[in-house]
């Protein structure tokens, strides 16, 4: 940015100013005058706001308040459930800043807007978000430490024997009872834990379609176990198996699952 030193002559002619910036007819008086290397007198900055003040008037008139969609849940910066001009800024004033957040750094930024909208009702059963367990650790793949971020919202009942749960996993793929991996979409997942006709504790994995309606994903997905009730936290590890456990009655229902998620 330059600025330069000039003199502008005003004079009478035909009644209309010639070459006028400031001042009366007839007058020369000093002007200074600042330009930045392109000749514009108008930096990048106030023209880009300028244009996105601009966008957010005429869309925000033709639309109104849309709701956020799933692809649109990176665009909520600020976390207020709405996506406007507070978010439009943030990201204004973060322009050109170079990031490379890890793995860990996201599930935590992202896991504030997936707690709120976990399921609240799992086959029947109510359940509040609020209460929510989120576990991050490690697992080594083929000599490579990968991150494991769960969320684990369940709920536990004295007066029950069957455990119902909703999980969050990130895409990956989980081991089957018979031990065949199964590839999974991030999304959040139902379990319910149950006793069968010949005392074994099971766990079914379930998911919702698209009308948000729980259905059977894997009958039978892994076995449970049962250990002290003071013993009893929301996720174990077991070697290289996640535990995620109920309050059941009077003892602790745990199941183990290998979960490799993906790079």
């Known amino acids: ?4 030193r000039t003199e502008y002559l005003t004079e009478a002619h035909s009644g209309a100013q010639i070459g006028a910036c400031n001042g009366s007819h007839g007058s020369r008086r000093p002007v200074a005058v600042s330009v930045n290397p392109t000749g514009s007198h108008r930096p990048w900055t106030q023209r880009l706001f300028g244009l996105a003040a601009a966008l957010m008037l005429c869309f925000t008139a033709l639309t109104g308040t849309l709701n956020a969609q799933t692809d649109c849940l990176n665009a909520d910066v600020n976390n207020d459930g709405v996506v406007d001009d507070a978010d439009l800024l943030q990201v204004l004033f973060c322009f050109g800043t170079q990031v490379n957040p890890s793995i860990d750094a ?3 930024q992202h896991r504030e807007k997936l707690v709120p909208r976990m399921p609240t009702d799992f086959l029947g059963v109510p359940l509040d978000p609020t209460t929510a367990d989120i576990y991050s650790g490690t697992t080594e793949v083929n ?3 990968r991150s494991v971020n769960i969320i684990w919202l369940h ?7 069957e455990g119902y749960g909703v999980l969050y996993l990130r895409r990956g793929k989980i081991r089957g009872s018979s031990g065949e991996d199964i590839v999974l979409d991030s999304g959040f997942y139902g379990v319910r834990v ?5 005392g074994a504790i099971w766990a079914d994995l379930y998911q919702q379609n698209a009308s948000g309606e729980w259905e059977l994903f894997i009958n039978r997905w892994v076995p449970g176990s049962v250990s002290p009730i003071d013993d009893c936290p929301a996720f174990k590890r077991q070697g290289d198996l996640t535990c995620i456990c109920w309050r059941l009655g009077s ?5 183990c699952f290998r979960y490799v998620p993906a790079e």
Do not use: H, K, W
């Open 194 to 198: 149950y006793q069968d006709r010949t």
């Open 106 to 108: 996201l599930f935590r």
């Open 251 to 255: 003892v602790c229902i745990c199941i």
């Open 155 to 161: 709920a536990d009942d004295p007066n029950s024997q």
């Open 143 to 145: 000599g490579e430490r």
């Open 1 to 4: 940015m330059g600025t330069f």
